[in-house]
């Protein structure tokens, strides 16, 4: 059973929109970044001077958990096959597709799935397989500090335009320049489910909603 109250993970195939849904959320996520620095040979010292190369991509690896015993006894490939599908190779593209990590408000990791292991732990009389877990690892492929932020619940309704946030800006100094009114900053942060409207973060993309 899916633990209680607890909101599902989910894998998105930005590719294709399709979205494999965790049966149980994973236990740890391993998170791994690496720099490259190059050595630079001095004629005297023991110590060479050290340069930056450049970055590398974080990789994210989890295990995921699958369980259909207790349910209903189907195959648990019905399940885990979704996931597999992440690393086939799309005829179109010719490549496998970009995917999306999502947990919550955790974590969002958009990445490349790198490889997959999987071990099937129980099965039925018959040999179908009905528990399974998979060791899966991305790689990320989008540096989301140059992404602009977005509020994506309400920013696609009929009506609603988008403003990014700039420097040093302030929501009544938004709501004063969109409305007219500076008061209207509560409404912004309704409309747009901010946790702490007193403190902006530039690159922050809102949802401008029309007066009533």
Same mark, same amino acid.
């Given at each position: =059973? ?5 909101? &599902?993970?989910? /894998? ?10 965790? =049966? ?6 391993? *998170?791994?970044?690496?720099? +490259?620095?190059? %050595? ?7 110590i060479p001077t050290l340069e930056f190369s450049g970055g590398k991509p974080i990789d994210l690896k =989890? ?5 259909? $015993? ?24 010719? @490549? #496998? #597709? ?8 955790? *974590?969002?990791?958009?990445?490349? /799935? +790198? ?6 732990t129980l099965f039925l009389s018959n040999g179908t397989p009905v528990r399974s877990t998979m060791d899966?690892?991305? &790689?990320?492929?989008?540096? %989301? ?7 994506? +619940?309400?920013?696609? &309704? ?10 040093? %800006?302030?929501?009544?100094? /938004?709501?004063?320049?969109? $409305?007219?009114?500076?008061? @209207? ?5 309704d409309i747009n489910k901010l946790d702490n409207p007193m403190s902006l973060e530039e690159g922050l993309?809102?949802?401008?909603? #029309?007066?009533?």
């Amino acid at each position: =059973m899916q633990q209680s109250g607890f909101e &599902k993970a989910q /894998i998105e195939n930005l590719d294709t929109k399709d979205k494999v849904i965790c =049966m149980f959320n994973p236990k740890e996520l391993s *998170l791994q970044k690496t720099n +490259t620095w190059s %050595e630079k040979d001095v004629k005297e010292g023991d110590i060479p001077t050290l340069e930056f190369s450049g970055g590398k991509p974080i990789d994210l690896k =989890m295990q995921l958990f699958f369980d259909t $015993y207790y349910e209903n006894g189907e195959d648990v490939r019905k399940h885990t096959n979704k996931v597999w599908k992440l690393l086939d190779v799309s005829k179109d593209k010719k @490549r #496998p #597709p970009r995917c999306q990590f999502t947990w919550g408000t955790y *974590l969002s990791f958009k990445a490349v /799935i +790198t490889s997959i292991s999987q071990t099937f732990t129980l099965f039925l009389s018959n040999g179908t397989p009905v528990r399974s877990t998979m060791d899966v690892s991305f &790689k990320q492929s989008v540096d %989301e500090k140059k992404q602009p932020r977005q509020n994506p +619940t309400t920013i696609s &309704k009929p009506g609603y335009r988008t403003r990014q946030v700039r420097q040093g %800006e302030t929501l009544d100094w /938004i709501a004063f320049e969109e $409305y007219g009114d500076p008061n @209207r900053w509560r409404f912004l942060a309704d409309i747009n489910k901010l946790d702490n409207p007193m403190s902006l973060e530039e690159g922050l993309v809102l949802a401008i909603a #029309p007066l009533d």
